[in-house]
Each structure stands twice: as C-alpha cells, then as structure tokens.
C-alpha cells in the first residue's frame, strides 16, 4: 500500500536561510510525487510535481525538490526562504494505477523567525 | 475565475443536527473531490465525482455521510445525523480533468465543529 512519511512535525528557520523539508514514500512503482502548500485558513496550493524525467523539479515561489529513487525520498528545498513560506507543507504520492487518487503526508509546519 | 467556493466557511452545529456543506467548482472542471483533514488522520479523501457521477467513495466513513453532484457546478456534502468526531476542515477540490496531469484546485475549506 502506499504511504507517505514526513518526519518532521515542525521546523524553524531564519529569514533568508536555506530549507529542506523531508519525505519519504512507500510504493511498489515509480509513483507521482507531489508538494503542496497550505497558508493559515486556506486551501492547498501545488508547489510542484514529479511524475518523470528529470528527478531534480523545479516548482512556483522558488521552491525545487529532488527524487531520489534508492532512498524513496522527494525532499523539498529552498535556497533561501522569506517569512511568507511560513506555512504548512504536504508531501503526497498518486499512483498510475489510480488517477485521482493522493495519498498525503501529516505535514511540516515551517515557522521563520524574522 | 474565483476558484472553488466553498460555503459555509465555519460551521457549528449541535450533535444530531444535520449538517450540508457546498461546493462550487472552478468553470470547466469536469472532476470533483471532497476531503476531510483532522489532526489525528491528516488529509483523506472521502469522494470523487467526475462528469458528475461518483466514482470512488470509499473513502466516506460511515453511512451517516452522503455526497451529491446535481450538476457541473454544485456538489453538497451532507451529514446526518452529526457527531462530535466529525469537527474537521472539509476540502472541496476540482480539476480539469482527474489526472495525475492536472493539478487539483482547492478552496479554503468549511471548518466544521460538532459540539
């Protein structure tokens, strides 16, 4: 079955750092990866996704994340974050076989201290 | 386009009251997803509609929540009778077309709390 782990509940960084966010997935094919953003009181925005090709993506608000298929990891980066990241961050995984269907992480909520 | 529209935003109701939350998707979508995120259980999908017609609803979790798709730009999500463990944000999504090649829209979600 798949699954999605994020192991980090929260982080905190500085303005003007750089930031990972961690996931790791379990899937028996090479699966759909996806990123997604949610800001206090809203809806998830898609940040990025993976799907095949290139395993270094490049996503909206300068944010990239790289497949790597021997550690069944899509980490999420950003060379230098500003204090309206501050949000939270979903991981998810789709499978081919199943269109529609996203199976999400619990999430990493980003705090940036100014 | 608005986006999806979701209403009401918050919701409080009493425990065994009905309760219906709405959708309108974005023009020209042709898919249609509900989901459900907790602090316990994160974000799950409980149905989805595309065409208008339910296609996987597995992910609804008891018979005490139905889902309905009257037409390409409404969808309601109703439970009866509401209990305390159903207090969640409910997302509404929509998409060109229910792939993995387009991207889902969401709205900002109805909060529903059930006292």
């Known amino acids: 079955a798949q699954s999605v782990t994020q192991p980090d509940i929260h982080i905190t960084v500085s303005e003007g750092a750089s930031l990972e966010l961690r996931c790791n997935y379990s899937?028996?094919?090479?699966?759909?990866l996806f990123w997604y953003v949610q800001s206090p009181g809203q809806g998830l925005q898609l940040l990025l996704k993976?799907?095949?090709?290139?395993?270094l993506v490049q996503g909206i608000k300068g944010f990239e994340a790289e497949f790597k298929r021997s550690q069944s990891s899509f980490n999420l980066r950003k060379p230098s974050v500003h204090w309206s990241d501050a949000a939270e961050y979903f991981c998810?995984?789709?499978?081919?076989?199943?269109?529609?269907?996203?199976?999400f992480g619990s999430g990493t909520r980003l705090l940036v201290r100014p | 386009d608005a986006g999806v529209i979701q209403s009401p935003r918050h919701e409080v109701t009493e425990m065994g009251q009905e309760v219906t939350l709405r959708c309108k998707p974005i023009?020209?979508?042709?898919?249609l997803f509900w989901y459900r995120q907790t602090m316990m259980r994160g974000l799950e999908l409980l149905i989805y509609?595309?065409?208008?017609?339910?296609?996987?609803d597995s992910g609804m979790p008891e018979d005490r929540f139905s889902a309905k798709m009257p037409n390409a730009s409404f969808s309601t999500l109703k439970i009866q009778p509401s209990e305390p463990r159903d207090s969640a944000v409910y997302f509404c999504?929509?998409?060109?077309?229910?792939?993995?090649?387009?991207?889902?829209?969401f709205g900002q979600g109805t909060r529903l709390t059930v006292v």
């Open positions: 998810a995984v789709g499978a081919k076989d199943s269109s529609y269907k996203l199976i």
């Open positions: 899937y028996g094919a090479t699966p759909y």
């Open positions: 993976y799907f095949s090709g290139d395993t």
């Open positions: 023009s020209g979508h042709n898919s």
């Open positions: 509609f595309n065409n208008n017609v339910p296609i996987d």
């Open positions: 999504a929509s998409d060109r077309e229910g792939s993995m090649n387009t991207e889902a829209f």
